[in-house]
């Protein structure tokens, strides 16, 4: 498949394994794995930070294949999900950054491009959430209200 706004292909690299099965060495079981999830949220990691601590550090390769559950539907259970996506975030921080940027070199001219297309992602980001009812339909993305979202 090809990248969103450039004419590239696709990045190679590795690939999960096809079947997603627990693997014979791991010795957690599915409650000590969701009660490392909860406490790794608690600390302030999101998701992605959890799923790498629990490889790292506990040699838990993929916690769907131990709890049949992904993270993020764990700290759905425990409501512990934040209100706004991580990706959403992450989108809104870049935004920040850029506008930042764009303060002090008035006249790049690339960085005004990228802008526009970090404003599109959250825009369609913001879309498809409200679609999936996980951000509430009158919300809005305001950029003077941005950075107290980002934080």
Same mark, same amino acid.
């Given at each position: 498949?090809?990248?969103?706004?450039?004419?590239?292909?696709?990045?190679?690299?590795?690939?999960?394994?096809?079947?997603?099965?627990?693997?014979?060495?791991?010795?957690?079981?599915?409650?000590?794995?969701?009660?490392?999830?909860?406490?790794?949220?608690?600390?302030?990691?999101?998701? *992605?930070?959890? @799923? =790498? /601590? &629990?490889?790292? !550090?506990?040699?838990?390769?993929?916690? +769907?294949?131990?709890?049949? #559950? $992904? %993270?993020?539907?764990?700290?759905?259970?425990?409501?512990?999900?934040?209100?706004?996506?991580?990706?959403?975030?992450?989108?809104?921080?870049?935004?920040?950054?850029?506008?930042?940027?764009?303060?002090?070199?008035?006249?790049?001219?690339? *960085?005004?491009? @990228? =802008? /526009? &297309?970090?404003? !599109?992602?959250?825009?369609?980001?913001? +879309?498809?959430?409200?679609? #999936? $009812? %996980?951000?509430?339909?009158?919300?809005?993305?305001?950029?003077?209200?941005?950075?107290?979202?980002?934080?």
């Amino acid at each position: 498949m090809a990248r969103i706004y450039s004419r590239k292909k696709g990045k190679s690299g590795s690939k999960r394994p096809i079947k997603r099965v627990k693997p014979s060495w791991v010795a957690h079981d599915a409650k000590v794995v969701e009660q490392l999830v909860v406490k790794l949220s608690k600390t302030g990691k999101t998701a *992605a930070e959890i @799923g =790498l /601590i &629990l490889r790292d !550090s506990y040699g838990i390769p993929d916690v +769907k294949a131990i709890t049949k #559950k $992904r %993270i993020i539907q764990i700290l759905n259970d425990n409501k512990l999900t934040p209100s706004i996506p991580y990706d959403l975030k992450a989108l809104i921080r870049k935004d920040i950054a850029i506008i930042k940027h764009l303060e002090t070199n008035k006249h790049d001219i690339p *960085a005004q491009r @990228g =802008l /526009i &297309l970090t404003e !599109s992602k959250i825009h369609r980001l913001i +879309k498809y959430y409200k679609d #999936k $009812r %996980i951000l509430p339909e009158n919300w809005a993305f305001d950029r003077r209200k941005a950075k107290v979202l980002a934080e």
